[in-house]
């Protein structure tokens, strides 16, 4: 079982401590990882950062795709974006891989190594890895104590044991990870990338629709505290109403009796004597209209469309990013690792810091451009008219998010 070995034996402490060895960055075009991989901890560090901000601009890609009508490559992008969220977040425990071989560091920094024969590469290794790692401490840590209300002493974790089950690592499918499919998403990618599918089935339209779901996709990365997303209230809520229909879906429920309000109320409650914040003020944080759960029934369904696997890659990218935030906030010095992202932010057009603005100030001008226009006319076309051409383009730029998630 050299995936199970693997996954067991590393850690992703000394990942963390190394944050302090990279760089020195000070200047635009310092190197982030300068000691190659004589230092396998300062390796895997370097990579947990390029991998998630890579994932990030696949995702974007996948955006762009989808906003000019190619479905078929908004999902290849979408998938290489899950990937990279693959990457980042197996070497934030400590593991990486080459072709044919599994390695990992441990927490006193022996490397442990496995010998694989695996067709079909580094996707189907890296898959095999993630199957195992969901397991892991702190997988199951990243999700229950990073997920949060605005509130973050709210965390996903303080709802667990009043939802029927309890914060142990085989519940862990429970809390979300289910929703991910990517071996059916390889498949999918497979066919989008390399057949010729336009060849044997009709051209389709844009819809209202396929634009409103792009908008959507921006309440789950919008924030009002730098670091607590949308999309962590909306997995919470989503959590609970799938709590209800696991009750409802027991022989013995009887749904002539049972009450959601009520029930929620309890649960409310419950946190609040758990962690000291009234409930009333957990049940507005939570039961807000405005929060939209809709990306977890598509991400949920088994189906491999580019819909299905854009939210699929946002759910990896939003782990990816909690566990970049965790070592940035939790290492003797991230100081190189910040002005890297930074200086990448630059490279990337997002944001400068030459500019004058500061990175929450961009929120508020992308939630303008994302939430203050509705093309009218046919699709795409209406985008990319002389009026809606920037606001499309900024539709198309979720890796923003970044830059008021990383640094400040």
Not at 89 to 103: C, R, V
Not at 217 to 245: C, H, P, V
Not at 309 to 327: C, D, E, G, P
Not at 340 to 365: F, M, R, V, Y
Request: charged content about 20%.
């Amino acid at each position: 079982m050299p995936y199970a070995n693997i996954c067991h034996n590393a850690s992703g402490e000394l990942v963390r401590d190394a944050f302090a060895n990279l760089g020195p960055v000070e200047n635009f075009g310092d190197i982030l990882n300068q000691q190659g991989e004589v230092n396998r901890a300062t390796m895997l560090a370097a990579n947990q950062i390029v991998h998630l901000v890579e994932g990030w601009r696949y995702f974007s890609s996948a955006m762009f795709a989808f906003t000019t009508h190619s479905p078929g490559n908004s999902l290849h992008f979408a998938y290489y974006a899950e990937l990279r969220a693959a990457f980042s977040l197996l070497a934030y425990s400590g593991i990486w891989t080459k072709p044919y071989h599994l390695y990992c560091l441990d927490g006193a920094g022996a490397v442990h190594h496995e010998h694989i024969n695996a067709n079909g590469g580094s996707h189907i290794i890296t898959w095999k890895l993630w199957n195992e790692w969901q397991k892991r401490n702190d997988a199951r840590e990243l999700i229950l104590q990073g997920v949060s209300l605005p509130n973050k002493e709210v965390t996903l974790e303080t709802f667990i044991p009043h939802l029927g089950g309890t914060p142990a690592i085989s519940g862990i499918k429970k809390w979300g990870y289910d929703l991910l499919r990517p071996n059916n998403d390889r498949d999918a990618r497979n066919t989008y990338s390399y057949q010729p599918y336009w060849s044997e089935r009709s051209l389709s339209k844009m819809s209202l629709d396929d634009f409103k779901f792009m908008q959507s996709i921006w309440k789950y990365i919008m924030t009002e505290t730098g670091s607590q997303w949308g999309f962590d209230s909306a997995l919470i809520k989503n959590l609970l109403d799938r709590r209800i229909d696991d009750m409802a879906s027991d022989d013995s429920f009887d749904d002539s009796t049972f009450d959601k309000d009520s029930w929620l109320n309890q649960i409310f409650l419950l946190v609040s004597q758990q962690v000291g914040i009234p409930a009333d003020e957990i049940r507005n944080m939570l039961m807000n209209n405005d929060i939209d759960t809709s990306l977890f029934a598509i991400a949920g369904e088994e189906l491999e469309g580019p819909k299905n696997v854009i939210s699929r890659a946002l759910f990896m990218l939003r782990l990816a990013t909690l566990a970049l935030q965790k070592n940035l906030r939790t290492t003797s010095n991230a100081d190189s690792a910040t002005k890297w992202i930074k200086h990448w932010s630059d490279h990337a057009g997002l944001w400068s810091e030459d500019s004058g603005i500061q990175p929450l100030d961009l929120l508020s001008d992308y939630e303008d451009s994302v939430y203050g226009f509705t093309p009218s006319g046919k699709l795409p076309h209406a985008l990319f008219g002389n009026q809606m051409n920037a606001n499309a383009m900024r539709l198309c730029r979720p890796d923003v998010c970044l830059t008021w998630n990383l640094f400040k």
